[in-house]
């Protein structure tokens, strides 16, 4: 058997692999330099029975696991855990990774990740290059599966990369894209709608609301067609250096290990993916994007990301209050007047609405919670009035960035770039940032394939990619809109965001000389909890406002338990000695998905004990952002696991 094809079907076992595993075989390293690899692993889709699928997420049939029948027979192999002394000593870490060598390995399977990908597919298939290879990791047990969103979209960016996508000759359409209908924005007062004028850049003539995450898993099948070799259930979890210290590749997590931080019969060790160019598309907040920004020092130039959270359902209503197409829009209550955010509502398919709320993560009331702000949106007559009479079907929350223009970090650095939304590319005002994270995407694309085309070994720098970003549509459209969201830290608040938005939209045009500064990053605008007031959230009624755990219920969420934490607290204790005090668990108020709690403890010094209730976890990163003291550090858990969206 050849190295390349014992590879193939041991990660092609591992998508099926069997329940009960025996003892575990140490193996040494195994470099791989295949194009053969794919054709094993590409099996593993949407359509495609898998272990690694959240469908099959439970303690009877996960973690993933690799058996003696599934190791490939290797060099040096010896046995572990024949006895408990050796199991305490036994450290994963001392066993060699396996590796593979492709072209360009990317990093998420969201649209940034997969236009990238099919870019790159597009160009060696036109050059006659089958062998080039693309390689892409996503975190979900499916493509599109953590992916959450409004959406209304641009259909500039997917109109370049595949013209067809909605042509009825193409068979494989995409199906799922509702035209854009009649546009309304609206200031709320708690009873009232006071229509407001449309900004010009929330247009939306020509644009369609899709469910983003229908639409990320129909690309992921356009992206397996031109040969790229798509990986779910694969969550990257450290990042690889060259000896020059650039980027040399990827390296999942391993699997099977014990809340404790030991080994179990199921031990899998992680792999490592090696390529010339490594992208990262990690959407908002990535967590190995934190540590490539860190590394390369690439906000030297650019003020701190900012973000906001937003959270989201999806209701079937009666037909009767349907309006195909309509799109809402509204700010103001039920978020009080120092808190930037704002509400939507979309028709789309049949009877179909997603309703939505964002609350910016620079909010300086600790009391504040962005999910009981969402139940009170619910209740305004101009929301509650469609979902009266209807049946929500889906939950789910994720942070998205707010920063902009001034927020964009450097993209490019030896061995790999940013694309998408973990580099920043959302146009807030525009409530929009599907286009720019594809064509972000593309534009790398486009600069790696060129830089590969140089036959040298040295180590690869996307200049291109950052001039081609400059020159490019997103730079225009962020450039243009910079200093709306900076405008609402004026001491008029809300009113004074509005007014100054209103005079760049309509008259400036971002045809200023100054760029305005995001006030502070948001962690640090927390306020303390004294110096705030109580706000009291109403008891849910169960029919349009729900109980957090039960719209966790509707995330189809699911972690191993008895796996590390995957939400890092160095010292539980320390972090509720600095934390409770002063912001009297916030956490446990701005998780949407209730796995922070502070539990009565008489014994504690603090009377409270911090607990973490990581299997409810729906990776919306807001955690990582908004911990005042910067002390929860989000990390992938083991792959495939996490919320398992529907129609979000
Ligand atoms: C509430 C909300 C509403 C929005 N509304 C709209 C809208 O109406 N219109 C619009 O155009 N845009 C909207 N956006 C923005 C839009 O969703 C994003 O711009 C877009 O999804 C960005 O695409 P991306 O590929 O960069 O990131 P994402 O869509 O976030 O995809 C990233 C992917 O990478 C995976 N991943 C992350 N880390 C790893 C890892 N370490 N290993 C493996 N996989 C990993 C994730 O699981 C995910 O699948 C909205 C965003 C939010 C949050
Ligand atoms: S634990 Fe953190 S990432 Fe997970 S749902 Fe809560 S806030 Fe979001």
Not at 187 to 210: E, R, S
Not at 224 to 252: H, I, N, Q, R
Request: charged content about 25%.
């Amino acid at each position: 058997m050849s190295a390349s094809s014992r590879l193939t079907s041991t990660l092609y076992r591992r998508a099926a692999a069997t329940a009960t595993p025996p003892s575990l075989t140490a193996t040494s390293t195994t470099r791989v330099q295949t194009p053969q690899l794919a054709r094993g692993i590409r099996g593993i889709s949407s359509t495609t029975p898998s272990r690694l699928r959240p469908t099959t997420l439970s303690r009877s049939t996960y973690p993933l696991q690799r058996t003696a029948a599934t190791l490939p027979t290797l060099p040096s192999t010896r046995l572990y855990f024949s006895t408990s002394a050796e199991e305490d000593s036994f450290d994963p870490a001392s066993i060699d990774r396996e590796s593979d060598e492709v072209d360009v390995c990317i990093i998420g399977g969201g649209p940034a990740g997969l236009s990238a990908a099919i870019r790159l597919k597009q160009l060696a298939n036109a050059a006659g290059n089958d062998d080039f290879r693309v390689l892409l990791l996503e975190k979900a047990g499916e493509i599109g599966a953590h992916i959450l969103s409004g959406a209304v979209i641009q259909p500039t960016a997917i109109d370049e990369l595949i013209p067809d996508w909605l042509s009825e000759d193409n068979e494989n359409r995409f199906t799922g894209a509702t035209p854009a209908g009649k546009d309304s924005m609206s200031f709320l007062t708690k009873k009232w709608a006071i229509p407001c004028p449309t900004p010009p850049q929330m247009h939306n003539d020509g644009n369609y609301i899709v469910s983003l995450n229908e639409f990320t898993k129909w690309l992921g099948e356009r992206a397996e067609e031109v040969g790229v070799e798509v990986y779910p259930g694969f969550a990257a979890s450290e990042v690889l250096y060259k000896a020059d210290g650039s980027v040399k590749g990827v390296a999942t997590n391993d699997l099977g290990i014990g809340r404790n931080g030991k080994p179990k019969d199921s031990f899998e060790r992680g792999m490592e993916f090696h390529a010339r160019v490594t992208l990262f598309g990690e959407g908002c907040h990535g967590s190995l994007t934190k540590q490539v920004i860190k590394k390369f020092d690439l906000r030297s130039e650019s003020q701190p990301q900012t973000y906001g959270l937003g959270i989201k359902e999806v209701w079937e209503v009666k037909p009767e209050k349907f309006e195909k197409g309509k799109i809402v829009h509204s700010m103001g209550y039920p978020l009080p007047m120092d808190t930037y955010g704002g509400a939507w509502m979309y028709h789309f398919g049949d009877n179909l609405v997603s309703v939505g709320q964002v609350v910016a993560l620079d909010y300086n009331n600790p009391w504040l919670s962005p999910y009981g702000e969402f139940q009170k949106l619910k209740q305004h007559p101009l929301y509650r009035s469609v979902l009266e009479g209807g049946k929500c079907i889906s939950y789910g929350a994720r942070a998205l960035v707010e920063g902009g223009f001034q927020s964009i970090p450097k993209v490019a650095f030896p061995g790999g770039a940013l694309i998408g939304d973990t580099a920043g590319f959302v146009n807030v005002p525009k409530v929009k940032g599907t286009h720019n994270a594809m064509k972000s995407g593309m534009l790398a694309a486009e600069a790696a394939w060129n830089a590969l085309q140089v036959p040298d070994n040295n180590s690869i720098f996307l200049y291109d990619y950052e001039d081609a970003l400059r020159k490019s549509s997103i730079w225009k459209e962020l450039k243009e809109v910079r200093n709306m969201r900076p405008s609402f830290h004026s001491p008029l608040g809300i009113y004074g965001g509005i007014l100054y938005s209103g005079l760049e939209a309509f008259v400036l045009k971002g045809r200023v000389p100054w760029t305005l500064k995001h006030k502070t990053q948001d962690h640090a605008a927390t306020k303390d909890a004294k110096d705030c007031s109580k706000i009291e959230y109403p008891k849910p009624d169960g029919e349009i406002t729900f109980d957090i755990l039960t719209s966790v219920s509707r995330t189809g969420t699911n972690h191993e338990e008895d796996q590390p934490v995957h939400l890092q607290v160095k010292d539980w204790e320390k972090h509720t000695r600095e934390t409770w005090p002063r912001w009297k668990g916030l956490e446990n108020r701005f998780c949407p998905a209730g796995v922070y709690e502070y539990v009565e403890d008489e014994g504690k010094e603090e009377g409270v004990r911090f607990q973490i209730n990581a299997q409810n976890c729906i990776h919306c990163k807001t955690c990582d952002i908004k911990a005042p003291r910067q002390d929860i550090n989000w990390q992938v858990p083991q792959g495939g696991e996490g919320p398992k969206y529907y129609m979000t």
